[in-house]
Antibody, heavy 119, light 110 residues
């Protein structure tokens, strides 16, 4: 059974870079059917897709965030990561990592981690 | 940027039926958009309900069903139960590797 777990700082200062890692277990990370994704949810608001990365390193991002988003993958550690640069208070959110199955739907989710942007 | 719209809220009586919809700010939703639906309770990660328009995820009760109604994707809860009180989100595939979440619908069962 696949399990995803987010990790990273819970507090980031404005203008700095938010960095999170998702560790995947219970599944072959390099399967051609899996796309590893990031999704966020500001407090009291809806879900927003950030982007996804394939095990090969190919990635796609939300056009509204693309200029600030860097996605990376470490297949030897079964991990993928998100860097979001130049953060502001508007980037305060619960960040989820999730598996996108066959470019079709998000079938497995991490529990989410709250990141607060504040000085 | 494309906006995926959902009703802000719905109220349904226990045992009743409610249909949530998922539409595009411009254009129609089709099966080629691979609509999927997720249920989220406060403080929890979303749970997958339906994908590829109308395929129920493993373990999802059959009172949840997905479809295309007119120019929108739809999620129908038939015989609503108290535990169905949640937020519901749709997701559409926009092509070129881009996904968009809907604005979400809060369903109250009372």
């Amino acid at each position: 059974q696949v399990k995803l777990q987010e990790s990273g700082p819970g507090l980031v200062k404005p203008s700095q870079t938010l960095s999170l890692t998702c560790t995947v277990s219970g599944v072959s990370f390099g399967s051609g059917d899996y796309y590893w994704s990031w999704i966020r949810q500001p407090p009291g608001k809806g879900l927003e897709w950030i982007g996804y990365i394939f095990y090969s390193g190919d990635s796609y991002s939300n056009p509204s965030l693309e200029s600030r988003v860097t996605l990376s993958v470490n297949t030897s550690r079964n991990q993928f990561s998100l860097d979001l640069s130049s953060v502001t208070a508007a980037d305060t959110a619960v960040y989820f990592c999730a598996r996108l199955l066959g470019e079709d739907y998000f079938d497995s989710w991490g529990q989410g981690t709250l990141v607060t942007v504040s000085s | 940027q494309t906006v995926v719209t959902q009703e802000p809220s719905f109220s349904v009586s226990p045992g009743g039926t409610v249909t949530l919809t998922c539409g595009l700010s411009s254009g129609s939703v089709s099966t080629s958009d691979y609509p999927s639906w997720y249920q989220q309770t406060p403080g929890q990660a979303p749970r997958t309900l339906v994908y590829s328009t109308n395929i129920r995820s493993s373990g999802v009760p059959d009172r949840f069903s997905g479809s295309i109604l007119g120019n929108k994707a739809a999620l129908t809860i038939t015989g609503a139960q108290a535990e169905d009180e949640s937020d519901y989100y749709c997701v559409l595939y926009m092509g070129s590797g881009i996904y968009v979440f809907g604005t979400g619908t809060r369903v109250t069962v009372l």
